[in-house]
């Protein structure tokens, strides 16, 4: 039997922009890698930035790392969708093939914060679909920074810091999740991407045998 997201579903939608946002640390990075193990259909968009890579971090995977001089360069070539400072580092969704696979179909994963995200909302409505992951508690918050061991306390403590200011942006999302359990996390926003994709506004195109039928 066919999922919501076989070729011939493709063909009759535009892509989703399906973003996951979160305080630092609450698990969006996991939950994201775990669709796209399990999701052929949708495509992480990779975005740049200036901070440096964590242990086990592959340029062109999971963040394009460039300099400073450059992600100038690609701010003032128009090349970003969206970018954001974060953390004192600069993050931007580049705009690469999105725009265009979109119109053909293709979904895109993006991991981005609340700046990006209503920059997003601006530019292409009808698109996205927005998605705040939260943790169970700030306590529980902390011992996955700390768990994670790829930040030096400071920048725990500044992550912790900055999360109240994020966690205030989850009423501008469509859902929100909360990651106690990962695997039951993962399962709830795989849902609501598989209901997204069935939305009836999204269809552009009637199936051939319905067409027919409405003749
Ligand atoms: N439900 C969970 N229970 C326990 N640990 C979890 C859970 N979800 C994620 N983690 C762990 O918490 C840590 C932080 O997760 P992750 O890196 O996915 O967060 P993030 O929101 O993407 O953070 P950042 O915004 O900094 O990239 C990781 O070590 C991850 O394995
Ligand atoms: N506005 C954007 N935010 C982004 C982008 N890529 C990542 N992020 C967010 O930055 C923080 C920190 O990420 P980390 O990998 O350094 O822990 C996190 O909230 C990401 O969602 C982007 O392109 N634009």
Request: glycine residues 6%; negative net charge; contains cysteine.
């Amino acid at each position: 039997m066919a999922d919501s997201a076989t070729d011939t579903d493709k063909l009759h939608r535009r892509g989703l922009m399906f973003i996951l946002s979160s305080p630092s640390g609450a698990g969006k990075t996991t939950i994201s890698r775990m669709l796209l193990d399990v999701e052929d259909e949708i495509m992480l968009s990779v975005s740049a930035t200036t901070r440096p890579p964590r242990a086990g971090e592959i340029d062109g995977v999971h963040y394009h790392f460039v300099s400073d001089a450059e992600f100038d360069r690609m701010v003032e070539e128009d090349d970003f969708y969206e970018w954001a400072h974060v953390f004192g580092y600069r993050y931007g969704t580049p705009k690469g093939r999105i725009r265009n696979a979109l119109k053909d179909g293709q979904d895109f994963l993006f991991d981005i914060d609340w700046q990006g995200t209503q920059q997003l909302k601006q530019k292409d409505e009808q698109d996205v679909v927005t998605v705040f992951i939260l943790p169970p508690s700030l306590d529980e918050l902390r011992r996955r920074l700390e768990s994670r061991a790829q930040d030096s306390a400071e920048v725990i403590d500044s992550r912790m810091e900055r999360a109240r200011g994020e966690i205030s942006h989850w009423a501008e999302y469509e859902y929100v999740v909360v990651n106690d359990d990962v695997d039951q996390c993962f399962e709830k926003v795989r849902r609501i991407l598989d209901a997204e994709r069935m939305r009836r506004t999204r269809q552009t195109g009637l199936i051939p045998f319905v067409r027919e039928l409405m003749a």
